[in-house]
């Protein structure tokens, strides 16, 4: 159902773990179901009001684990929008990266607000600073003292999200969390948030006009050498598994659990006193004209693509307003080309194009009608329940770790159940591929 958010009008798309401003109460309900698989309305009206493309795609270890957002008029601002993902792991990471999702805008957007009427000279209006006379963001001890803002309610506000998981009577977070890599826009000025692995990408222009990829945040993985540094000396352990010795993970200090592949998230509380902490690092970007698109996205999409093939996919997308889909299209065939015997992580992305103009990227979508009601497609999600069983009825279950894993984290659970045949289901996905192609 529709969720009020003091972000701006802001939807739920429970099943498919995505939350949408500025939509129509009528337009989606979690009850009977969203027409995701008839998604040209949606896309359309997605494009059209904020320049976003975006999609996720649930992978082979059980249910999406992966959460997106996307908030128009944030906190309050004409034309500031709130873009992220969120990607969740262990038994009950499906919850926390919901939880996340749905608390994270409202709390970043309640600060800010409350921020602005404590101190109206904060600098948390980007575009009134921008426009302000007495300061220029070209002069570096400006930007620092924006960035500086920014970055102290960032901190607060997700030091706030998990210390509400932690206290949170229906989520056990001892070995479930969530990354985060969020994004606000406010005419030229980006600010980045980033908990964990999953990654934003710049798309702009070198001198020669090539469109190239800029990293803006840093995957916070445990080998890093400041993460290291402080993980050891909390006690913790780092160290890759033989059956995947290009993943480092975080260890408890006197038993080989969890495993978690990042060095920051939030929840997984059994690791918050040996080196796991929930702070995000902070950026901020001056847009320039040469700057096209945003990629926001989770680890399913980066371990198997590099910045310069996600560039490349999205910007030659024939339509933008469906170019995460076709991002993780490709991610998912990288994934069964580059990693055989692995099970396909979860994908998600957001696509924010920068600019209204069409030159690069064509024009927007044509109009639409609606599609017809699709039929309720949420039903009941799974859910590990105490001893690691599951309920039968509800098919393919989440699992800690089945032969070369690459999952964010391995925690010693029982097996619950047998994987479908990789080689079946490759091979399947590979016709259905060839017969669109």
């Not at 429970?14 to 129509?24: L, P, R, V």
């Not at 093939?309 to 069964?336: F, G, N, P, Y």
């Amino acid at each position: 159902m529709p969720i009020p958010c003091s972000c701006g009008s802001f939807l739920s798309l429970g099943a498919m773990g995505i939350c949408c401003s500025k939509a129509a109460a009528g337009e989606l309900d979690d009850e009977g179901g969203f027409p995701w698989m008839h998604d040209d309305f949606f896309l359309h009206h997605l494009w059209n009001d904020a320049r976003v493309s975006m999609h996720t795609k649930q992978g082979w270890k059980g249910a999406n684990q992966d959460a997106m957002t996307v908030c128009q008029d944030f906190a309050g601002h004409k034309g500031q929008i709130f873009c992220g993902v969120f990607d969740g792991h262990g038994p009950l990471g499906r919850e926390v990266a919901r939880r996340v999702r749905d608390t994270l805008p409202t709390k970043l957007s309640s600060s800010l607000k409350l921020k602005t009427e404590e101190d109206p000279s904060s600098n948390t209006n980007l575009d009134s600073f921008g426009k302000s006379d007495s300061t220029s963001l070209s002069d570096t001890s400006d930007e620092n003292q924006l960035l500086s803002t920014w970055k102290n309610i960032f901190l607060k506000t997700f030091e706030d999200v998990d210390e509400e998981l932690r206290q949170h009577p229906g989520i056990d977070c001892i070995c479930s969390g969530a990354t985060a890599v969020t994004v606000v826009r406010q005419g030229d000025h980006l600010l980045i948030a980033n908990l964990g692995d999953s990654r934003a990408v710049l798309c702009t222009r070198d001198s020669k006009d090539r469109l190239i990829p800029v990293q803006l945040t840093t995957d916070l993985k445990p080998d890093l050498p400041s993460e290291l540094a402080r993980i050891l000396n909390c006690k913790g352990r780092v160290f890759a598994m033989d059956d995947e010795p290009d993943v480092p993970r975080l260890w408890l200090p006197d038993q080989d659990a969890p495993g978690l592949a990042m060095a920051r998230a939030f929840g997984d509380f059994c690791l918050k006193n040996h080196g796991l902490i929930c702070t995000p690092e902070v950026y901020y970007r001056k847009l320039s004209e040469k700057d096209e698109f945003l990629v926001l996205a989770t680890d399913g999409i980066w371990d198997v693509l590099s910045n310069k093939e996600v560039v490349k996919i999205v910007s030659s997308a024939t339509d933008h307003s469906k170019a995460a889909k076709q991002l993780i299209d490709r991610a998912v065939r990288a994934w069964r080309r580059k990693y055989p015997t692995s099970m396909v992580d979860d994908c998600a992305a957001v696509c924010l194009f920068l600019n209204r103009e069409e030159s690069l990227l064509g024009p927007a979508p044509a109009d639409v009608k609606p599609p017809p009601r699709a039929v309720s497609f949420t039903g009941s999600f799974r859910k590990v329940l105490s001893g690691g069983e599951a309920s039968a009825e509800e098919g393919t279950m989440w699992r800690a770790l089945e032969g070369v894993a690459r999952v964010n984290s391995v925690i010693r659970l029982p097996r619950i159940g047998r994987v479908l045949s990789w080689r079946r289901r490759s091979a399947s996905q590979d016709e259905d591929e060839d017969d669109q192609d």
